[in-house]
T-cell receptor, first 115, second 116 residues
Framework: KAGVTQTPRYLIKTRGQQVTLSCSPI?????VSWYQQTPGQGLQFLFE???????NKGNFPGRFSGRQFSNSRSEMNVSTLELGDSALYLC??????????????FGEGSRLTVL | DQQVKQNSPSLSVQEGRISILNCDYT??????FLWYKKYPAEGPTFLIS?????DKNEDGRFTVFLNKSAKHLSLHIVPSQPGDSAVYFC???????????????FGQGTILTVHP
């Protein structure tokens, strides 16, 4: 069974630009969560989508947004990029909501560098 | 506010010996705990979990212990193997409610190195 697939794996942007990252969950999984990993802050929760609806949101500014499609694939968007947005963005999927299942399956991540 | 803390940034162990990774938490609403392993350039991989109604869970070489009164959990790997060398993250979830509801809160990670 294919795992969580994230694209692109690596990308470089400049300040002020925007970026869209894509995530395809494990087949049959309906929940997709996004996490940001940085050396200083560790893994920080961004948001969770289930059945095309945002179910939970972390403490990130409105520049960070996401959506989920009917096939459970998800995208996250970061607008007006700042240097501090440089990070590894991890997508995770699960059968049900994190609150009910707990165990998440992570993709390999998208490494964003902002210059 | 770091609600999940892994105070040891790194741990070095000889092959065949026991590795003990520790994790402390402050939020009393956490009721489900997980350990993840992460290799470079890969996403975290789920290892083992424990519910707050238990104090021990075992899966092969991996055992997680939970001490609710101390708000402490630990992961034991016995025997340790060189392939276990990775970053280990402790994570917690609040399934009943509260500000940490519906997400995993991660520790900063511990780099485990197992020497042959």
């Amino acid at each position: 069974k294919a795992g969580v697939t994230q694209t692109p794996r690596y990308l470089i942007k400049t300040r002020g630009q925007q970026v869209t990252l894509s995530c395809s969950p494990i087949s049959g999984h309906r929940s997709v969560s996004w996490y940001q990993q940085t050396p200083g802050q560790g893994l920080q929760f961004l948001f969770e989508y289930f059945s095309e609806t945002q179910r939970n949101k972390g403490n990130f500014p409105g520049r960070f947004s996401g959506r989920q499609f009917s096939n459970s694939r998800s995208e996250m968007n970061v607008s007006t990029l700042e240097l501090g947005d440089s990070a590894l963005y991890l997508c995770a999927s699960s059968l049900g909501l994190t609150a009910n299942t707990g165990e998440l399956f992570f993709g390999e991540g998208s490494r964003l560098t902002v210059l | 506010d770091q609600q999940v803390k892994q105070n040891s940034p790194s741990l070095s162990v000889q092959e065949g010996r026991i590795s003990i990774l520790n994790c402390d938490y402050t939020n009393s609403m956490f009721d489900y705990f997980l350990w993840y392993k992460k290799y470079p350039a890969e996403g975290p991989t789920f290892l083992i979990s424990i519910s707050s109604i238990k104090d021990k869970n075992e899966d092969g070489r991996f055992t997680v212990f939970l001490n609710k009164s101390a708000k402490h959990l630990s992961l034991h790997i016995v025997p340790s193997q060189p392939g276990d060398s990775a970053v280990y993250f402790c994570a917690a979830s609040a399934r009943a409610g509260g500000t940490s509801y519906g997400k995993l809160t991660f520790g900063q990670g511990t780099i485990l190195t197992v020497h042959p």
